[in-house]
């Protein structure tokens, strides 16, 4: 056995579902623990005095961040590794499993916009432009799901804590029902990660003059990049929607089989490129 | 007993077109209706301070400026994709942190992608005090 062969056979024999299983069960638990003292009508308010004031409110916060991020970075993982045996899903498991991870960013995504600091206010403006820019629904859609500027962080704290989690549990349930994860077998793990958000704070911007460049959530950096040059539409919407469909058809027995996974190294090729240029051309 | 067999009767065709336009016609104001946005009442807000190197006052939604002969204010939401704008007090411009545009401190596009200029509000000087009343519609 090669080496190479010996860290992915090391890759392969981590339990990521299960790691990502109990992720979600941390970032369910602190998010209602953090909650209980945020409050949608005064967004950055409430998210500095859970940091500087609550006790213990900046652990929970970061807790509930890092959880969350660890939850679909562990659920991507997770999908590369079982991805032989994902093929023999019926068709409606598999496309609902795959669109669990979009409706997991999205929950990424609103978590982010919900801290109502100077990148998550920026972040939920953005997000309304592209949604209202769709031909025809636009307007309505960004009514029912963002609507900042008119309503404030209401909408996307809704969505945030009911919608897209109810989305979520009807897209993956008949997943998660059949595979569980025991929190008495990853005591180390919920240890590491209860660790690693006690060191880490969550990150936290104040509006402040003087500040030209500001960066949002890490997997939005490529779109932010792109919305640089095309229209909201094609960036926001079009482009995301591409990859999703082409991970829908990313069947080993499509024969468009090939073409398609190019397609999707590719698309995560610029899209890192572009990530990078949004981190470092124009800061 | 009442005679009911005209409730059974079919509907004629002509008939189920004519209901249908007026189900329609019914519908469009509606939808009109549902749709509209009632605009935001204009709010008055009143700035007091000194102008930061006798230039401009920063305030959450827009920023005021003044030169020795008028004094005006302008939206803080760029026209692009809604981020909160700075002034650039060195470069004199003000720029976009999401995406860079640059608008003149009157509100034009110097530079994309923003292609709308930024909304301008009525300022108006309260006799005998530093205070400002501007306007946003």
């Known amino acids: 056995m090669t080496e190479r062969n010996g860290i992915i056979g090391w890759i392969v024999l981590i339990k990521w579902g299960e790691w990502s299983l109990i992720s979600l069960y941390i970032s369910l638990i602190s998010g209602i623990v953090v909650g209980i003292h945020y409050s949608p009508a005064e967004p950055f308010y409430s998210t500095s005095a859970i940091d500087i004031l609550v006790p213990y409110g900046a652990f ?23 991805f032989d045996a994902s093929q023999s899903l019926f068709g409606r498991q598999f496309v609902y499993l795959i669109l669990t991870l979009p409706c997991i960013l999205v929950l990424l995504f609103t978590g982010y916009v919900l801290r109502g600091d100077a990148t998550g206010y920026s972040a939920g403006m953005i997000a309304e432009h592209i949604v209202a820019a769709i031909p025809l629904l636009g307007a309505h859609l960004n009514n029912l799901l963002f609507a900042v500027s008119e309503h404030g962080m209401y909408r996307v704290y809704l969505h945030h804590v009911i919608s897209f989690d109810l989305l979520f549990l009807y897209l993956a349930w008949d997943h998660i029902r059949r595979y569980r994860a025991q929190t008495s077998r990853h005591l180390l793990f919920i240890g590491a990660i209860l660790l690693f958000s006690l060191f880490m704070a969550a990150p936290m911007d104040p509006d402040k003059l003087g500040v030209f460049y500001i960066t949002g959530p890490w997997f939005f950096l490529g779109l932010q990049e792109l919305l640089r040059y095309f229209p909201p539409f094609l960036a926001g919407i079009i482009v995301p929607a591409a990859l999703v469909c082409a991970l829908l058809f990313l069947r080993k027995g499509h024969r468009w089989y090939k073409p398609i996974l190019i397609f999707i190294c590719g698309w995560l090729g610029i899209y890192t490129l572009l990530t990078l240029v949004a981190l470092y051309a124009h800061g | 007993m009442r005679n009911n067999s005209n409730t059974n009767k079919p509907v004629s065709s002509g008939r189920r077109v004519l209901l249908a336009a007026a189900g329609l016609l019914f519908l469009w104001p509606v939808i009109r209706f549902i749709g509209f946005k009632v605009p935001r009442k204009p709010r008055i807000v009143e700035v007091t301070g000194t102008f930061q190197n006798d230039q401009f006052i920063a305030k959450d939604d827009f920023l005021v400026f003044t030169d020795q002969s008028d004094t005006w204010a302008v939206s803080r939401t760029c026209t692009h994709l809604g981020c909160k704008l700075n002034f650039k007090e060195k470069e004199g411009y003000i720029e976009c942190p999401c995406h860079q545009s640059k608008f003149s401190t009157h509100g034009e596009v110097l530079h994309g992608p923003a292609k709308k200029r930024l909304p301008r509000y009525p300022v108006e000087k309260t006799e005998g005090s530093d205070t400002y009343l501007i306007t946003i519609p």
Do not use: M
């Not at chain 1, 807790?63 to 590794?81: D, K, R």
């Open chain 1, 60 to 82: 929970f916060r970061s807790l509930h961040f890092y959880s969350s991020q660890f939850f679909f970075f562990f659920a991507v993982i997770h999908y590369l590794v079982v």
